[in-house]
């Protein structure tokens, strides 16, 4: 086998396949390190003892997160933090030094990850625990809820119906810090059908929505009065499914600028859908940003399907959003079985003008029809906007004893 030639020459082969194996052991050294570093500060839990936690799957839900839990260290509010990531960036709270925070009311650990996560989040020994988690303690889900536990506490990923839920999802919570008077609303009806003790429900408002939508503030006057956002769920009940590119067309042919913005696992299972659909429509943008709020800031109206991104749009700029039908029947494992009404369809008329699929050949005078007419404020969807991290580090404040 030829490694190289007396004058140390690599062929560029077998110097990637180095550099690659030399990146690959540093990191795995580093993982390594950063692992015995949290296994390290978990030690600390025999002396840490609390009456308040906080569970996380991991970095992808530090968003509803990060603010409470910046806001009880502040207080000085002693609680701990449990996740099933090693790179959750609660984790780093630690690492960066943070002189503004007192860690001395406060940990932080890495329980694991697959069965041994869920093994340790199941026998959790606070009494009060916050989670954004659904299913926790329902039946055939992997995570049950700890006998320590007197009040399991959910909050919500999105301005979204109870009805999008597992049946069941939120049937072993205690307490339930709502963002909307319908989100209260479907919990009750399902508490009367199922005969389970009621809940605490507080009308608190969501964080993740207050957050984006004070960046959102700075972002008002990007529009310039003739772009529209096409936003699709994926798969057959995706308005890019069902309706093909032909209705892009014509907007863009009426002078409109259109951007297209497929959810982004349609990018991954179903790929080829897409990229034929970006040959037909070669002269259109295609977004792919992770963060949507910029691309969202340029629009005039927004036209989507049932996604929740919908809500996203209107509550951050007040701006018409028309909802193309699509299907929206939800199978018998969904908490929509049991609710007689679905706010993410009734909410479409309020918001904006929903579109039946034999009106999408009048989609341009639609389009021009929704950018004069005024819809509700905001505040009749999300309580307490721009409040929400205060009302709920109040209440985990009094909750710890």
């Given at each position: 086998m030829n490694f190289g030639n007396k004058n140390g020459y690599l062929d560029p082969g077998t110097?990637?396949?180095?550099?690659a194996a030399l990146f690959g052991l540093i990191g795995s050294i580093a993982f390594f390190a950063k692992n015995i570093f949290y296994r390290i500060i978990g030690k600390k839990e025999e002396?840490?003892?609390c009456d308040l936690a906080i569970f996380s799957e991991g970095k992808m839900y530090w968003i509803y997160f990060k603010d409470v839990v910046e806001e009880l260290i502040k207080r000085k509010v002693k609680f701990a933090y449990y996740t099933m990531d090693i790179n959750d960036p609660a984790l780093e709270l630690y690492d960066y030094g943070n002189p503004g925070?007192?860690?001395?009311q406060f940990k932080v650990k890495f329980v694991g990850t697959g069965n041994k996560g869920y093994s340790?989040?199941?026998n959790l020994k606070?009494?009060?625990i916050l989670s954004t988690t659904p299913n926790i303690g329902a039946s055939g889900y992997p995570i049950k809820k700890p006998k320590n536990c007197k009040n399991l506490i959910h909050i919500a990923h999105g301005p979204r119906s109870v009805s999008a839920y597992k049946k069941y999802a939120l049937d072993c919570y205690n307490t339930i810090f709502s963002h909307s008077h319908f989100f209260s609303n479907e919990i009750k009806i399902l508490e009367n059908k199922r005969n389970?003790?009621?809940k605490n429900i507080i009308d608190g408002g969501l964080m993740y929505m207050d957050s984006i939508i004070e960046k959102a503030k700075i972002l008002q006057n990007e529009t310039d009065g003739k772009t529209?956002?096409?936003a699709s769920t994926w798969n057959k009940r995706g308005c890019l499914q069902i309706y093909g590119s032909k209705f892009i067309k014509d907007l863009s042919n009426a002078g409109y600028n259109v951007i297209v913005r497929p959810h982004p696992y349609s990018y991954i299972y179903e790929k080829e859908f897409i990229e034929n659909l970006q040959k037909e429509l070669p002269n259109i943008t295609f977004s792919t940003e992770t963060d949507n709020l910029s691309v969202m800031a340029k629009a005039d109206v927004l036209?989507?399907?049932?996604?929740?991104?919908?809500?996203?749009?209107y509550l951050c700029f007040e701006r018409p959003v028309i909802s193309l039908e699509s299907e929206t029947e939800l199978s018998s494992e969904y908490e929509q079985a049991d609710l007689t009404e679905n706010f993410d369809i009734n909410i479409s008329e309020k918001i904006g003008v929903c579109v039946k699929k034999e009106e999408i050949t009048n989609i341009v005078q639609i389009v021009q029809n929704a950018k004069q007419t005024k819809f509700i404020n905001k505040n009749s969807i999300l309580t307490n906007v721009g409040k929400s991290k205060f009302l709920l580090a109040n209440y985990l404040e009094s909750i710890n004893g």
């Open positions: 110097g990637n396949a180095l550099v002396i840490f003892k925070f007192d860690f001395n340790a989040i199941s606070e009494k009060n389970l003790i009621a529209i956002l096409i036209i989507s399907d049932i996604s929740g991104v919908r809500l996203d749009f």
